[in-house]
């Protein structure tokens, strides 16, 4: 009885947690383990954003807060939104939310249902097919292509929607792959959308200010023509060092905003009220430790691109985005979860099979580069040592 609860037989989750475990394991047994896995900042949160905590702490802020957050933190939302996309956005269209994912949480909940269509980037996230699943809603994978630069396509996006169409998913600067999806493509989408009113967008930007080669982030919220029916997330997890803070943010359309206070009612009332005043310093203070750490990705990014491209049988895109590096392994001989998973076993270096990112990830395997260039270093040693010894090997 208890075993067979609706839905959660179609539920997934995201592998790169599962090898996080394993790799800690590994590391926990004397095994050297460099961490390429897991895709969060390497840095210490700056300490003015831990110091305002701690001050809100001692200054009494232990209590529930509104469900959409403290106003100051929403106002900063706006005006950051203002000062970085040029938009304006009211408070009353922010919800503060514990994380980047809750928000793709909501939305998913909130349009999908049997029968309903569901667009989503593949390779992406995996969380977004997996709540498509779970409610009993069509995941249908918009291809994201190598050939793109890992960019969406509009056409192709386009091609995709039907009358069963209620939300289209799209994530630029992109996980797993490090695409960011250039203006005119964005553009055309839009026009497009035009064509399709009834579709919701949930444009996942959460990597908005992780972008280089003066590659240019063009936030879909930018289209005064879709906002009555886009939702934005964002948050501070990657932009400020603050994944195990929980602090993220959405900006909803009038129409939806009301029934996401009300989920959040439902499920955490309020996001912790420290983790609140430390999300206000990280967005009014110096931004000095978000442009030092996005130029050591920079510097990583080339390091572990150029030592890619340099392994046997191994070719890499340049990431314009985000801080992951997707190669293509296809001409290795390794299917790509066997040689994740033996770089793990036996060359002590954690990666993420590209089928986890999705049907269209075969072929791939992601490396996230939040890790030092010494470390980098090392695990390019170590894979190129592994593929030599090994690239004739039967894999699964
Ligand atoms: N969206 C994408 C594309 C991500 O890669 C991630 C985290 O890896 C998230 C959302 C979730 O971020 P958070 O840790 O704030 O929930």
Not at 136 to 160: K, M, Q, Y
Not at 334 to 347: G, H, I, Q, R, Y
Request: aromatic letters at 8%; hydrophobic letters at 45%; a negative charge.
């Amino acid at each position: 009885m208890l075993q067979t609860i609706a839905g959660f037989e179609r539920i997934g989750e995201e592998n790169a947690f599962a090898v996080l475990a394993r790799a800690t394991q590994l590391a926990g047994e004397g095994r050297s383990i460099i961490n390429l896995g897991i895709g969060q900042p390497d840095f210490q949160t700056p300490d003015h954003i831990v110091e305002a905590a701690v001050k809100a702490l001692r200054d009494g802020h232990h209590g529930y807060t509104p469900a959409t957050g403290i106003l100051p933190l929403r106002e900063a939302v706006c005006a950051d939104l203002h000062q970085r996309i040029g938009i304006e956005a009211n408070p009353d269209n922010v919800l503060i939310v514990p994380g980047g994912k809750v928000t793709m949480f909501m939305a998913i909940l909130m349009f999908g249902e049997p029968g309903a269509d569901i667009l989503y980037p593949d390779p992406g996230f995996p969380i977004y097919r997996s709540m498509i699943e779970f409610t009993g809603a069509n995941p249908i994978p918009v291809p994201i292509r190598e050939e793109n630069e890992f960019g969406f396509s509009a056409d192709e996006t386009l091609a995709l929607l039907t009358d069963n169409t209620r939300l289209l998913i799209l994530n630029s600067p992109a996980n797993p792959t490090g695409g960011v999806t250039p203006r005119a493509e964005i553009e055309k989408l839009v026009a497009g959308l035009e064509d399709h009113p009834d579709v919701a967008i949930l444009s996942d930007e959460i990597y908005s200010q992780m972008t280089y080669d003066g590659a240019e982030h063009v936030s879909l919220a930018s289209f005064e023509a879709l906002r009555d029916r886009l939702i934005l997330l964002d948050g501070w997890s990657k932009t400020y060092a603050m994944t195990g803070w929980r602090m993220g943010y959405s900006l909803w359309p009038d129409v939806l905003m009301d029934k996401a206070r009300k989920l959040a009612v439902n499920a955490w009332s309020c996001v912790n009220a420290p983790a609140q005043f430390a999300g206000l310093a990280a967005l009014t203070g110096p931004q000095d430790a978000v442009r030092d750490m996005v130029a050591e990705f920079d510097q990583r990014r080339k390091l572990v691109v150029d030592g890619l491209n340099s392994l046997p049988s191994v070719s890499c895109r340049i990431p314009r985005g985000a801080f992951y590096a997707f190669p293509n392994i296809s001409a290795t001989g390794w299917k790509a979860k066997p040689l994740a998973s033996a770089l793990l076993e036996e060359a002590g270096v954690a990666v993420i099979g590209g089928p986890d990112f999705g049907i269209l990830g075969e072929g791939f395997i992601r490396l996230s580069y939040a890790n030092s260039r010494e470390n980098i270093e090392e695990a390019l040693a170590r894979m190129r040592a592994f593929l030599q010894t090994n690239a004739d090997r039967p894999n699964p």
